[in-house]
């Protein structure tokens, strides 16, 4: 066997979902946000532009296929590294290469780091120079928020691009493209595969396409053909590939029952928001989708009312993500019940709200002279600073532009702490006048 039949036989048992990665942006799904028509991004890698930059992401979402393609397109040279396995000697073997490429052909060369948040502070440094001379084009490929994993010298570099998930339509979408494609999928295979199996395949991979793609495979080689040969996929069959139960309901009820899980704990009914958790759970839903209902929900819903809240919360989706089901379940409950029972306020949440317009109205504010830093405009300040300290705390002090300077934006309930944040206030105002 020669080296191009190796080469074809490693493509065969390939994983569908790495032999189904797209090579062109017209076969790319999702993120229109980022690659759509005339967009920054896509024009760019077409026309062979493109600088150093972060994608970054959830899983199976497109960020290493975007890489890829890149590669595909680009005429100049690609080399692919795992920050996991790869340091500082790999990183430099690179750069050599590159800088020769660059002399002798005149040829760039682009380093694609997967999981670049990995790499240390040394590690990234290494690479700076580089980028900065243009010696190599840094692609890295990120499921962490840069901004927060990674070296800010490298991130400053960059351009950084936000992934969003797959929708389940577009899931479902690159699903049928597999089912259908001859040449890279499982089109040469008699397939009947029911369109509930298909959606529950895509609502369970919750926007991870690689995730949907190997679920798919496993139903699809594990099914018996009956005698015509026809490989038939049942809902029960996707189940089972998935590792989930199905809900035994569509999309909309989905969605309708997350909505009454929110509704529940806002209604303060615990009672009815642990059995819509539990429900979503046994479906088969992200936990992690519920720790960041209940996070939002403490902000929103109960906010200042009791700010512990937001810490329970905090704290219960933490430890989901370091214990994992089914002992997680226990935190997530406990946030549950707190959330659900606390006092409710939406001030704080409707207070951000007004603050968002007011910015949107007044384009053009000034900062109050005495409030802008001294060590920029000197010490010489009209009206001058009072520091709230030396007055015991508390000093009457216009904050707000002239613009807004008696616009009102957080107006206290009277539930729970907010009772008390309110007494403050007009405790305040009382010792103004």
């Known amino acids: 066997m020669d080296l191009f039949d190796l080469t074809n036989q490693s493509e065969k048992l390939a994983p569908l979902a790495e032999r189904m990665r797209p090579t062109s942006l017209d076969d790319f799904l999702g993120q229109g946000h980022i690659v759509g028509a005339d967009l920054l991004l896509r ?56 800088k020769e490429q660059l002399r002798v052909h005149g040829k ?9 948040h990995r790499w240390n502070k040394a590690q990234s440094d290494s690479v700076l120079q580089a980028i900065e ?31 969003k998930k797959l929708s389940t339509e577009e899931v479902v979408q690159g699903l049928k493209n597999a089912i259908k494609n001859k040449q890279k ?8 595969i029911e369109p509930s199996a298909l959606k529950h395949i895509a609502l369970i991979a919750n926007g991870d396409m690689r995730n949907a793609l190997n679920s798919l495979e496993l139903a699809v080689l594990t099914a018996k053909p ?59 839903c992200d936990p992690m989708l519920i720790a960041r209902r209940i996070v939002i929900q403490s902000a929103e819903d109960v906010g200042m009312a009791d700010p ?3 810490v329970v919360a905090t704290s219960a989706m933490t430890a989901l993500q370091n214990v994992g089901l089914p002992e997680g379940k226990i935190p997530l409950a406990e946030a549950i019940v707190y959330v659900s029972e606390a006092p409710k306020s939406n001030r704080a949440y409707m207070a951000q709200h007004l603050a968002d317009e007011a910015v949107n109205r ?6 109050p002279i005495y409030l802008q830093d001294p060590n920029y405009k000197g ?37 729970g702490f907010e009772k008390t944040v309110k007494e403050r206030q007009e405790k305040r105002k009382k010792n103004e006048t």
């Open 43 to 98: 024009r760019a890698i077409k026309a062979d532009m493109l600088g150093s930059c972060i994608f970054y992401g959830p899983p199976g979402c497109g960020k290493t296929t975007l890489a890829n393609i890149i590669a595909f397109t680009t005429n100049a040279n690609f080399v692919k590294l795992n920050a996991v396995t790869a340091g500082i000697a790999d990183a430099k073997r690179v750069i050599d290469e590159a």
């Open 108 to 116: 760039r060369t682009y380093l694609l780091l997967d999981e670049c």
């Open 133 to 163: 001379q243009g010696t190599i084009i840094f692609i890295g490929s990120t499921t962490e928020n840069p901004y927060s994993s990674m070296t800010r010298a490298i991130v400053s570099r960059c351009r950084v691009f936000e992934f």
């Open 185 to 192: 999928g499982l089109g040469n295979m008699n397939i009947e």
């Open 226 to 284: 009956d005698s015509n040969g026809v490989i038939k996929v049942t809902e029960e069959m996707a189940e089972q590939s998935c590792g989930k139960r199905s809900l035994g309901i569509d999309e909309s009820a989905y969605y309708d029952m997350i909505s009454a899980f929110i509704k529940s704990m806002r209604g303060s009914d615990s009672n009815a928001a642990l059995y819509w958790c539990e429900r979503l759970l046994a479906a088969g």
């Open 308 to 310: 512990l809240a937001l």
């Open 362 to 367: 007044i384009k053009n504010e000034s900062v």
């Open 379 to 415: 010490e010489d300040k009209i009206g001058g600073y009072l520091y709230p300290h030396d007055f015991g705390g508390y000093v009457k002090q216009q904050y707000l532009p002239d613009e807004l300077k008696d616009e009102v934006f957080y107006t206290p309930t009277e539930n």
